[in-house]
């Protein structure tokens, strides 16, 4: 006796691909939504892109791009035998790595803290005031360090009332570093919690449950709880901040050139501004900005290969 049995639908088979105008009428709301951004993208980021021609010109406002002069490499030529652009390199260098030093770490402590407050009022009320400071211009934060710190600020008023010598912060060039680094943690740090308490927010909380169940304390659910579901989420940082490395701030730098000179505080930004539009020399300010271009081009190829190495996804997978 046969016995016939019936086609049994195979459930690992894919499902079909829709047709990219049925799920464009699908999405068409999400679309719709984040095309103003697109456009503010390619307008901002990547129309300016063909003016990097001008690098390898001798660039003519009034022939424009089209009619320059082209140099080829002789821009590059210059800049490279440039000591101020040497030195503009390697301040740029030593205030990124203090800033890493000093700034990455903590909004992920503050995170860490605050996601450790149970009161829910205590949270927003201390998760607004830390980020306040992102949403002032770099002109008022800078203006109430000078109000704190500066020659006639409230540090030296309260050393001339005890008759202790003056120290004007501001227009030491030996403490810049630790200057900016510090407003930065004072303007940003707040503002960078949100991806940290994004990350902290999908923690299983069964497992700090189950942890508490045998026994584990605060540091020990904090070390093998929390840090392994934040892993990824501060590699993916630490990528973007190495890639995001030549751009220490170009406002805040800007302002304060003058106050500890241009030794201490030429960063590549400012001398691209100084040396490149303020005296009229556009290609000799677009080869600097493009080498600055090209060199986070790859620290953040370098950084998202140190990622995968650690067991990280990075920004990509090849």
Known sequence: MTTTTAARPDRTARPAR????????????????????????????????????????????????????????????????????????????????????????????????????????????????????????????????????????????????????????????????????????????????????AALAAINTDLYEAAAADGAGRWRRLWHITLPGLRGVIVLMLVLRLGNALTVGFEQFLIQRDAVGFDTADVLDTFSFYYGIATGDYSYGAAAGLFKSVISLLLIWGANKLAHAFGEDGLYRT
């Open 18 to 197: 829709q047709n990219w105008r049925v799920r464009l009428r699908r999405d068409r709301s999400l679309v719709l939504m984040t095309l103003p951004a697109v456009v503010l993208l390619v307008v901002f980021n990547y129309v300016p892109l063909f003016g990097l021609v001008t690098a390898f010109q001798e660039y003519d406002p009034l022939a424009g791009v089209w009619h320059s002069t082209w140099a080829g490499l002789d821009q590059f030529q210059r800049l490279f035998g440039d000591p101020l652009f040497w030195n503009a390199v390697s301040n740029t260098l030593y205030l990124s790595f203090v800033q890493l030093i000093l700034f990455f770490p903590i909004p992920i402590a503050l995170a860490l803290l605050l996601n450790s407050v149970l009161s829910s009022r205590v949270r927003n009320l201390v998760q607004s005031v830390v980020y306040l400071p992102h949403f002032f211009s770099w002109v008022l934060a800078i203006t109430i360090f000078q109000q704190m710190l500066g020659g006639a600020g409230a540090l030296n008023h309260l050393l001339r009332n005890n008759d202790i010598g003056t120290w004007d912060v501001m227009t030491n060039p030996d403490t810049f570093a630790l200057l900016v680094s510090s407003q930065v943690i004072w303007k940003e740090a707040g503002w960078g919690i949100i991806v940290f308490l």
